[in-house]
């Protein structure tokens, strides 16, 4: 094995083991990726329905990460609790500062207890088979964000420089189209990626990237969601934004008539370019 | 305002710009050796032709602004998402993520691989910008890759939209 072999087999490594995940941290709340299609709908559920590649790393597969837009209280929760772990820990960082600076709340490594808002969306379970997977998922009703991609537990390649959303209501099921992800720093046999960004890339670790064709009110459908109310994605141009826990950035394809990217900043096509 | 301008705003606060003649940079007008050629992928500088040493300015300050590496981001995990371009609140990676095994084989590979995630990130930033690599010598590169952001973001834009470079692209 060649020293830049090695070196990318050492990185692929670490990438799949890590990060180590405490124990008591909880899964996504209210995500559940089903394996067969309800003979009705829950009132109080939002549903997802989307078709998946399945390009995978070795053994793993390659993954989509969406996140969920957390609401106010939620976002007040998470701060409360990181404050109150700050406190309880000032007294000893006070201590083992000796004299010098104390590490600031922004410096304290927290792992939040509460209930997730991003998740993986992977083709593991599926409602139907194919090239493509159709997938189907029942999640607490929301906007949601096409995150990124990642192969195991830590986020690997953030959509920061640009993505879509949408709004999945309850007792609806919700059709976002096809999306693919795959390693993109050479030659993807996917279509609609944005490929061969630079073999060099790979040295440091996975370059991934993500693609999205919209669904329309004619995209294939599972027989069995017979008269379940359906609809279309309405997709909003979303980003940039910042992901300092991802490993590696990325956007979104261009989707399009409807996500383009000037300058290397997201517009909404729709809208002329203006957002 | 419409949400793309306010993350712009968020991304790069208002700042005077320095004076272009003041900033001292490597002398590019030569084509570099061979050597520094071949290490055109890992030591290299942007360059686009026709854009403005402003325009270079603000691309170079929004992209180094996503080189800060926080604790990983777990999934499934809380994401204090705000929507309005800023980075979820993360604190930075301090903890040990790997283990001892990890820990070790890390802090081998931890140089090259930090420069590595680093320039990975700018080259997706840059390049969908229109900018291209231009390849420069080790001790140049760390001259303009090292030191006060200030400082390095305006050495960089003005090699940014400097004269064209003497060399080809770096491709690979």
């Known amino acids: ?275 | 305002m419409p949400l793309a301008l306010v993350a712009a705003l968020l991304l790069a606060p208002a700042q005077a710009l320095p004076e272009p003649a003041t900033i001292a940079v490597p002398d590019v007008r030569a084509a570099v050796d061979a050597k520094a050629r071949e290490q055109g992928y890992k030591f290299y500088y942007f360059h686009k032709t026709s854009t403005t040493f402003a325009e270079a300015h603000q691309d170079l300050r929004e992209c180094r602004a996503y080189l800060p590496v926080g604790g990983p981001a777990q999934v499934p995990g809380f994401v204090a998402w705000s929507g309005d371009g800023t980075s979820p609140r993360r604190s930075p990676a301090g903890g040990q993520a790997y283990g001892l095994v990890g820990a070790a084989i890390g802090s081998i590979i931890a140089g090259p691989m930090e420069r590595g995630l680093r320039s990975n990130k700018m080259r997706r930033c840059m390049e969908t910008r229109g900018y291209a690599r231009y390849p420069i010598a080790e001790a140049d590169w760390k001259s303009i890759n090292e030191g006060e952001e200030d400082r390095l973001v305006a050495m960089q834009a003005k090699l940014a939209s400097g004269p064209a470079p003497a060399d080809a692209a770096v491709v690979k």
């Open chain 1, 1 to 275: 094995m060649s020293g830049r072999a090695l070196h990318a087999a050492v990185l692929a490594a670490l990438a799949i083991a890590a990060p180590a995940r405490p124990a008591a941290a909880k899964d996504a709340e209210g995500v559940v990726q089903l394996t067969a299609i309800p003979a009705a709908l829950r009132p109080d559920a939002a549903y997802l329905l989307l078709r998946t590649s399945r390009a995978k790393s070795g053994l793993f597969a390659i993954q989509h990460v969406l996140l969920r837009v957390p609401s106010p209280t939620e976002t007040v929760a998470y701060l409360a609790a990181r404050q109150a772990a700050y406190d309880a820990a000032l007294p000893k960082l006070t201590r083992d500062a000796k004299g010098g600076a104390v590490p600031t709340i922004d410096e304290l490594p927290f792992d939040h207890r509460g209930p997730a808002n991003a998740f993986t969306v992977g083709p593991g379970k599926f409602v139907e088979d194919g090239g493509l997977r159709t997938l189907l998922l029942e999640v607490p009703p929301g906007r949601y964000v096409l995150y990124g991609v990642t192969l195991s537990r830590g986020l690997v390649t953030c959509n920061c420089l640009g993505t879509v959303g949408f709004d999945a209501r309850a007792g609806v099921v919700t059709q976002l189209g096809d999306l693919y992800a795959d390693k993109v720093h050479g030659d993807s046999p996917l279509p609609h990626l944005e490929d061969r960004l630079g073999e060099h890339m790979a040295q440091y670790g996975f370059v991934f990237g993500q693609a999205l064709v919209p669904a329309t009110a004619g995209s294939p459908r599972p027989a069995g969601l017979g008269a379940l109310p359906v609809e279309p994605a309405r997709l909003a141009v979303m980003g940039p934004f910042r992901e300092p826990g991802a490993s590696g950035i990325n956007r979104l394809a261009p989707i399009p008539g409807v996500l383009g990217y000037v300058r290397g900043r997201p517009v909404d096509l729709r809208a002329g370019g203006s957002r």
